[in-house]
């Protein structure tokens, strides 16, 4: 399955921006590696257990949400993005690759009240503003090792974002599962709900 994204992105891609151009060469390494950080952080903890359930929040074309449907194939993955013709992009690839524990919603986070044991994202918004956004979504059943969630990727300089979060956080250095040189900047955040 991972070996086929890379010839369906570069396709698509060519229709509909869905990665820069500039970086649909470095599909591997700058998206789905990204993505996979949070199974590294996930599975430090214990996998999360069947049936476990996620919410990728402004999945664009299937990121992070496509590469962790792959890597647990018995929980189940709810992508949203506003943008239509992402999300069409990425129901289209996981089709393709025969992934059943995706489901799609082209729409904004209001339209959605399921819980979920945890909302994953790749730089959608400031932590404090997706936390907000999202703690009517987190279930309160503890299924897990790690309790229900926010788990985001991001970059750059996070302190005043993490500050105004004003919930606990722990921030990991990507760079501590990945040795690459574009994770030297990137960090994952999780901050339970």
Same mark, same amino acid.
């Given at each position: ?7 369906l992105y570069a396709d698509w891609n060519a229709k509909i921006n869905v990665i820069s151009r500039r970086d649909i060469g ?64 990425? !129901? %289209?690839?996981?089709?393709? +690759?025969?992934? *059943?524990?995706?489901? /799609? ?5 209001? #339209? ?51 500050? !105004? %979060?004003?919930?606990?956080? +722990?921030?990991? *250095?990507?760079?501590? /599962? ?5 994770? #030297? ?9």
């Open positions: 399955r991972f070996a086929a994204m890379y010839d470095n599909l591997y390494p700058n998206h789905v590696l990204h993505s996979l950080a949070i199974v590294k952080f996930l599975d430090g903890y214990g996998a999360p257990v069947d049936g476990s359930t996620f919410l990728d929040l402004g999945t664009g074309g299937g990121f992070p949400g496509i590469p962790l449907a792959i890597m647990y194939p018995r929980c189940s993955f709810h992508l949203i993005d506003r943008i239509g013709k992402k999300i069409g992009v990425a !129901r %289209a690839i996981a089709e393709a +690759i025969g992934l *059943d524990n995706v489901t /799609f919603q082209h729409g904004d986070i209001g #339209e959605c009240r399921d819980k979920y044991d945890f909302v994953v994202s790749r730089a959608v918004m400031r932590l404090d503003e997706l936390v907000k956004l999202v703690s009517k979504n987190i279930s309160r059943k503890k299924r897990n090792k790690l309790d229900g969630g926010v788990i985001c990727l991001k970059g750059g300089d996070l302190d005043d974002e993490i500050s !105004r %979060a004003g919930r606990p956080v +722990i921030d990991i *250095d990507i760079s501590d /599962f990945f040795s690459e040189p574009y994770f #030297e900047t990137k960090k994952l955040i999780y901050s339970p709900l």
